[in-house]
């Protein structure tokens, strides 16, 4: 059989080049932990326009090799942290027939978590019904559609969205599903959006793919707007946990802000948790007139002298990704242009998941490692490189010294709490661990006790360690894998991976 490896600890989907020999012959995929068999979802590139990552350089390369049209889905469970698990390709009689919970129709698509309605006319989503919390998600009454494509214009403020529009199924398998909607719009003579549904994880993905031409004076934006009472803000800043308006000087700009990874909106007894995969900037509450400094902006926009909002003034819990301005004169070019994809995933829960969680993993997804024939090597088939034992404690980075004198480990507190968290590498027995600078200058020793390191780490801190260790498996794959920015709390639950 063919072994195929999967490494890092996010909720994710990536690509898994597979020979074209065992998709046109039936085959198993085997957790080797579990030895069970997976379902799996073959899925065949067959349009360059497809929002997709790289899909016109693989429709191309695909015309040579047609390997770069085929890529397998498949669900990978309990994926360690910071680790890896092994599947295997077996050949198999005959083609298995997975059950799946998805179901795809023409204007609609759902599955054990959501039922989601879509607009023609707007190629928007009007209604996402929670089955589990037995509640919509979407407020209805807004301005716009939930995933809309909003151009507006500079010097007028006038609003349009997706004209032409066509709905047509997508994917359907035993892993997911899709719709897709094509369309064009101000400055865009090409848009293709997808709306995503998995069979076993609940998450909802929105996938936009544009052909931006040079129209000028043109901003374009991608409308969330849920539905939640009494609405609480919080996202990811840098290295750090945002509340918009209670966080920020009296009179600063609440127009836009920087996410890293997430956003949650909660209120009422439960709670969204949005991330961006492409475009960082955001509005929080409503479509705002975009406040930028004299010196940048071009026209000034109508409205541009309105009052920021003040605590307690952010009442709507709507989300609108910021992708393009073409109102810049200083620093920036003043249109933007291209082919460019813009992704976007969340979820919905009653107030027991951690966003910081699921951001990071739909950020950081897992990575395939395809090998053909079994291999010598002393690891098993399932194995996890670092852990930490605090689940307010992530790590921001696992790496050799830039000296070459152990390894580094850089941990982050992220929830306010002053805390002594215990840091075990499972590749190496550490006898000596120092707490350096972040250059990596020595200041003090660290416990270590039964190759367990205590670092103590303050609130929203950062903590580096210098590790003296006895490396006894690891290998430079390995090493490689373990400089991934990952989330410990990913050690439970589904992990998708395409």
């Known amino acids: 059989g063919t072994p195929a490896l999967v490494s890092g600890s996010a909720i994710g989907r990536d690509i898994v080049r597979i020979p074209l020999e065992l998709v046109e012959e039936p085959f198993d995929l085997i957790d080797l932990d579990t030895g069970r068999k997976v379902p799996y979802?073959?899925?065949?590139?067959?349009?360059?326009?497809?929002?997709?990552?790289?899909?016109?350089?693989?429709?191309?390369?695909?015309?040579?090799?047609?390997?770069?049209?085929?890529?397998?889905?498949?669900?990978?469970?309990?994926?360690?942290?910071?680790?890896?698990?092994?599947?295997?390709?077996?050949?198999?009689?005959?083609?298995?027939?997975?059950?799946?919970?998805?179901?795809?129709?023409?204007?609609?698509?759902?599955?054990?978590?959501?039922?989601?309605?879509?607009?023609?006319?707007?190629?928007?989503?009007?209604?996402?019904?929670?089955?589990?919390?037995?509640?919509?998600?979407?407020?209805?009454?807004?301005?716009?559609?939930?995933?809309?494509?909003?151009?507006?214009?500079?010097?007028?403020?006038?609003?349009?969205?997706?004209?032409?529009?066509?709905?047509t199924k997508g994917e359907l398998g035993p892993v997911y599903g899709s719709l897709r909607v094509r369309g064009e719009g101000p400055g865009c003579p090409a848009i293709v959006q997808e709306v995503v549904l998995y069979d076993r994880i609940k998450r909802i993905d929105l996938a936009n793919r544009l052909i931006k031409d040079p129209t000028p004076l043109l901003e374009i934006y991608f409308a969330f707007p849920f539905e939640v009472e009494n609405p609480r803000f919080r996202f990811e800043g840098s290295c750090s946990t945002i509340e918009p308006l209670k966080d920020q000087f009296p009179g600063s700009n609440t127009d836009t802000y920087a996410v890293q990874h997430w956003v949650e909106v909660r209120g009422g007894g439960y709670g969204i948790i949005w991330t961006s995969l492409d475009a960082p900037v955001a509005e929080f509450g409503g479509l705002w007139p975009g406040y930028i400094s004299q010196a940048h902006h071009g026209v000034t926009p109508p409205g541009y002298e309105h009052e920021f909002l003040r605590l307690g003034e952010l009442k709507k819990s709507y989300i609108y990704s910021y992708v393009m301005n073409n109102n810049f004169?200083?620093?920036?070019?003043?249109?933007?242009?291209?082919?460019?994809?813009?992704?976007?995933?969340?979820?919905?829960?009653?107030?027991?998941?951690?966003?910081?969680?699921?951001?990071?993993?739909?950020?950081?997804?897992?990575?395939?490692?395809?090998?053909?024939?079994?291999?010598?090597?002393?690891?098993?088939?399932?194995?996890?490189?670092?852990?930490?034992?605090?689940?307010?404690?992530?790590?921001?980075?696992?790496?050799?010294?830039?000296?070459?004198?152990?390894?580094?480990?850089?941990?982050?507190?992220?929830?306010?709490?002053?805390?002594?968290?215990?840091?075990?590498?499972?590749?190496?027995?550490?006898?000596?661990?120092?707490?350096?600078?972040?250059?990596?200058?020595?200041?003090?020793?660290?416990?270590?006790?039964?190759?367990?390191?205590?670092?103590?780490?303050?609130?929203?801190?950062?903590?580096?360690?210098?590790?003296?260790?006895?490396?006894?498996?690891?290998?430079?794959?390995?090493?490689?894998?373990?400089?991934?920015t990952l989330p410990r709390a990913a050690r439970r639950g589904a992990r998708s991976l395409r």
Not at 122 to 134: H, N, P, R
Not at 343 to 354: A, E, I, N, S
Not at 355 to 379: C, H, Q, T, Y
Request: contains cysteine; hydrophobic residues 40%.
């Open 41 to 167: 979802q073959i899925v065949r590139l067959g349009d360059p326009h497809a929002p997709v990552p790289w899909a016109a350089e693989r429709y191309t390369l695909g015309k040579v090799d047609p390997a770069h049209l085929v890529e397998i889905a498949f669900v990978a469970e309990d994926v360690p942290p910071v680790g890896y698990k092994t599947y295997r390709i077996v050949p198999a009689g005959v083609e298995e027939n997975f059950a799946t919970s998805v179901k795809v129709g023409d204007t609609t698509i759902e599955n054990r978590f959501f039922k989601v309605f879509l607009d023609l006319e707007t190629g928007a989503i009007v209604s996402i019904y929670d089955k589990e919390l037995g509640r919509e998600v979407v407020d209805r009454n807004a301005p716009h559609r939930l995933g809309q494509f909003v151009a507006r214009w500079a010097e007028s403020g006038k609003e349009e969205g997706l004209k032409s529009s066509k709905m």
């Open 329 to 484: 004169r200083t620093n920036f070019q003043p249109i933007q242009v291209g082919d460019v994809l813009f992704q976007y995933c969340f979820t919905v829960h009653g107030g027991d998941l951690k966003a910081r969680d699921f951001g990071w993993s739909a950020a950081n997804p897992l990575i395939p490692v395809f090998m053909e024939g079994s291999k010598d090597g002393r690891l098993p088939a399932l194995g996890s490189f670092c852990e930490v034992d605090k689940p307010n404690v992530m790590l921001l980075a696992l790496k050799r010294a830039e000296d070459e004198d152990g390894i580094i480990v850089r941990l982050m507190e992220t929830e306010g709490r002053k805390t002594t968290a215990g840091l075990r590498l499972s590749f190496a027995e550490v006898s000596r661990a120092m707490l350096t600078n972040l250059v990596e200058e020595d200041l003090e020793p660290l416990e270590v006790s039964e190759g367990i390191v205590q670092v103590p780490i303050g609130p929203f801190g950062i903590a580096t360690v210098r590790c003296s260790a006895n490396i006894f498996a690891i290998s430079p794959w390995a090493r490689n894998s373990c400089t991934l």
